[in-house]
């Protein structure tokens, strides 16, 4: 088990002093091993021996088996090919595990809540970060079949301030944000929550500090032992999404996506088959 799911196998049942260290492992897993024990403790806020105490607590002996563990795993987030990459039938088995661990997630109530949220709201932003831009590509333009006033920003020369300020309560904004992220989604995250404007965020365990910023926290693991990351994951979780609030706008959003398919066919935008 690789260390990030026994942080979060674990978390629960850490200390809030040896959560806020695993917060910090998790945060700086892609370069973990180029530090010392002590300034991984240093960094999180804490004693050395609270983070030895982590160590232990997720199955390591010490900080030097840590280091061992992380040799054998590409670095976090940076496409890097390991020697004996697993095979395809591995490969599926791990996509397998992320997408059940994903959809289970999504049975705690959070799907509906997100999707009630994007229902009701009188305008719908789509931010999407770095990687997460494709994924916030597909989930705007699936939404933008089920109902109207839905955008997707940043658009190119766009900030994101053009899109945020304005946004209140009777909005909404989902976050699409991975690991790698840019550092100012904390920020992001807090002017929406001050502007009211009801949020969900779409992201990997690695944002699990920044969830609590948000109304919703739709957790897509992507982690794999291939040289990238998978979004294969996520890309069904906005599917999923998608399909909830279709069939939460009803008989409107079928005659949505029924005049929008006319439009297609009568502009010629789709092949008419």
Same mark, same amino acid.
């Given at each position: 088990?690789?260390?990030? *799911?026994?942080?979060?196998?674990? %978390?629960?049942? @850490? ?10 492992? @998790? ?11 002590? *300034? ?13 105490? @982590?160590?232990?607590?997720? #199955?390591?002996?010490?900080?030097? *088996? ?14 890097? +090919? ?5 095979? =395809? ?11 059940? &661990?994903?959809?289970?997630? =999504?049975?705690?109530? !959070? =799907? ?16 999407? =970060?770095? +990687?997460? %831009?494709?994924?916030? @590509? ?5 939404? !933008? ?11 190119? !020369? ?11 309560? &009777?909005?909404a904004a989902v976050v699409v944000s991975f690991r790698r992220r840019?550092?100012?989604?904390? #920020? ?42 998978? %979004? ?20 409107? #959003? ?9 439009? %297609?066919?009568?502009?010629? *935008?789709?092949?008419?088959?």
């Amino acid at each position: 088990m690789r260390i990030d *799911e026994r942080i979060a196998e674990k %978390y629960a049942d @850490l200390s809030p002093q040896e959560r806020r260290a695993a917060d910090v492992l @998790l945060v700086h897993l892609d370069d973990l091993a180029i530090y010392r024990a002590a *300034e991984l403790a240093e960094l999180a806020g804490v004693s050395k021996a609270t983070m030895s105490r @982590l160590f232990r607590h997720l #199955g390591f002996d010490d900080f030097t *088996e840590v280091r061992d563990h992380l040799r054998t795993l590409r670095s976090h987030g940076v496409p890097v +090919s390991l020697e004996g990459a697993p095979s =395809l039938a591995a490969h599926l088995e791990q996509e397998t595990g992320n997408l059940q &661990k994903a959809l289970a997630g =999504l049975e705690d109530g !959070g =799907l509906e809540t997100a999707a009630k949220l994007i229902h009701n709201a009188q305008r719908v932003v789509v931010l999407g =970060l770095r +990687s997460g %831009y494709p994924v916030a @590509l597909h989930l705007r333009q699936s939404l !933008g079949q089920a109902r109207f006033g839905v955008t997707l920003a940043p658009q190119p !020369g766009q900030a994101l301030s053009d899109e945020l300020i304005g946004l209140g309560p &009777k909005d909404a904004a989902v976050v699409v944000s991975f690991r790698r992220r840019p550092d100012n989604v904390d #920020g992001l995250l807090e002017i929406l929550q001050k502007a009211g404007a009801p949020t969900i965020l779409l992201a990997d365990p690695s944002a699990r500090t920044l969830a609590a910023r948000a109304d919703v926290w739709l957790e897509c693991p992507l982690a794999t032992d291939l040289a990238f990351d998978s %979004y294969a994951v996520a890309m069904s979780v906005a599917a999923v999404l998608a399909d909830r609030v279709l069939d939460l706008a009803g008989k409107a #959003g079928v005659q949505r996506t029924t005049m929008i398919d006319a439009s %297609y066919r009568s502009l010629r *935008e789709i092949e008419n088959r």
